[in-house]
């Protein structure tokens, strides 16, 4: 059980145009997901917070309306990159928490290569 | 406020010696403790976690941490490095409860093995 699943793995696109990341956990409700960037050979930075049926809280320095968070629903959280720039390539990893456990759930990471 | 300090970017082991990573933390509140390791382009799969129970926490794999209030470290040991040992290590802090499964990161630490 507690499965987190992210799509897609992997994604190339234009300077410009947006991408859609999805993260569904997939056998359990999570009330909270949350959003991480990876820099090549660097740690994982939170960039923020989803909460069900609320505004997502964005950690300090990140981008509230290039990084739109949507989490519609228990068991989906979409992060959408919009405008991306190259600077904005990355390994993004979301994971989401179950209430009642300790453990953060995490999918398996998004490779987004902005050309 | 929370952080995490991981002594060392990267370690060499031979194979079947010990591995030692040594993890060090700041918490305002009482931590619950960490240990994730990343393949290359994958998510974190977790080895262990602290959550204020038994000090010292076997995990998956062979690997074991002890957490030390007094020295406010958390490292991870395993006995014998195996070759499929060869990752990225973070350890990882949160403060639980009502902030839920926010992870606090260490910098990481790449172990490779030698054969």
């Known amino acids: 059980g507690a499965v987190v699943s992210q799509h897609p793995s992997w994604v190339i696109c234009k300077s410009g145009t947006s991408v859609k990341i999805e993260c569904r956990s997939l056998?359990?409700?999570?009330?909270?997901m949350f959003w991480y960037r990876q820099f090549p050979k660097q740690s994982l930075m939170l960039m923020a917070t989803?909460?069900?049926?609320?505004?997502?809280?964005?950690e300090q320095g990140v981008e509230k309306d290039k990084f739109l968070i949507n989490h519609a629903s228990l068991t989906l959280s979409t992060l959408t990159v919009t405008s991306a720039h190259p600077e904005d390539s990355s390994f993004y990893i979301c994971?989401?928490?179950?209430?009642?456990?300790?453990?953060?759930?995490f999918g398996q990471g998004t490779r987004l290569t902005v050309v | 406020a929370q952080s995490v300090t991981q002594l060392g970017s990267h370690v060499s082991v031979s194979e079947g010696a010990l591995v030692l990573l040594r993890c060090n933390y700041s918490s305002s509140v009482p931590p619950y403790l960490f240990w994730y390791v990343q393949y290359p382009n994958q998510g974190l799969q977790l080895l262990l976690k602290?959550?204020?129970?038994?000090?010292l926490v076997k995990g998956i794999n062979g690997f074991e941490a002890e957490f030390k209030k007094s020295e406010t470290s958390f490292h991870l040991t395993k006995p014998s490095a195996h070759m499929s040992d060869a990752a990225e290590y973070f350890c990882?802090?949160?403060?639980?409860?009502?902030?839920?499964?926010?992870?606090?990161f260490g910098g990481g630490t790449r172990v490779l093995v030698k054969p």
């Open positions: 056998d359990f409700q999570a009330t909270t």
């Open positions: 994971s989401a928490g179950r209430q009642g456990d300790t453990e953060a759930f």
């Open positions: 989803s909460n069900e049926g609320s505004k997502a809280t964005y």
């Open positions: 990882a802090v949160s403060q639980g409860g009502a902030a839920g499964n926010k992870l606090t």
């Open positions: 602290y959550t204020s129970a038994a000090t």
